[in-house]
């Protein structure tokens, strides 16, 4: 099932999400609706309150970033990278700080620089109720921090320079108002 995706002004975004009661959820038919929803609006990350649920769950899957590119430019971190993370708590963000411009299913046409560590260590669940302790790096560490802002309220926007802000102040404006156009399914206010 393909979920509409919120967009940037819905107060879910804004909620730093719930645990995830394993007892009251079928996880693995969410998670693969999560991923079905991803992958119709082409993104690598996709987090519950993104789908409306005020819940602390996000799946990411970061191969398609390599399909197309050269030998050498393949990003390792990204190999098999196809994950859900339940009730995740990151323990620790090290390594040299490092821009990449991001956007996000919620506030489209919009794109920024975020500078985010390069390696992330993160204590989660599986959606088979696994527990694990991982280090990512590289762009599986920067997406996972992106889909863990989203469970914390946080997106990525907030970590834009002033200036920036300024700058697509307006267009925030309407994509709240519902006046934007996606070729994927999104809940617009009208």
């Not at 620790?92 to 975020?114: A, N």
């Not at 109720?129 to 762009?139: L, P």
Request: charged share 30%; proline share 5%; glycine share 8%.
């Amino acid at each position: 099932m393909i979920y509409p995706i919120i967009p940037y002004g819905d107060p879910v975004l804004r909620k730093v999400a719930k645990p995830v009661d394993f007892s009251s959820l079928d996880l693995v038919k969410l998670s693969e609706d999560m991923f079905e929803t991803m992958y119709a609006a082409s993104g690598v990350g996709l987090a519950a309150p993104q789908i409306g649920m005020d819940i602390r769950l996000f799946v990411v899957d970061g191969r398609p970033m390599n399909e197309g590119e050269e030998e050498e430019d393949i990003d390792p971190s990204l190999i098999d990278f196809k994950k859900v993370f339940v009730n995740a708590t990151i323990l620790d963000e090290t390594g040299e700080e490092w821009g990449f411009e991001e956007g996000c299913l919620s506030i489209p046409g919009i794109r920024g620089e975020v500078f985010r560590p390069e390696y992330v260590k993160i204590h989660y669940w599986t959606e088979k109720g696994e527990e694990r302790t991982d280090v990512f790096e590289g762009f599986a560490a920067r997406i996972i921090q992106h889909e863990y802002d989203h469970i914390e309220g946080i997106l990525f926007t907030d970590h834009l320079n002033v200036v920036k802000k300024r700058m697509i102040k307006n267009k925030l404006s309407d994509i709240t108002r519902g006046k934007v156009s996606v070729d994927y399914k999104m809940k617009l206010s009208r």
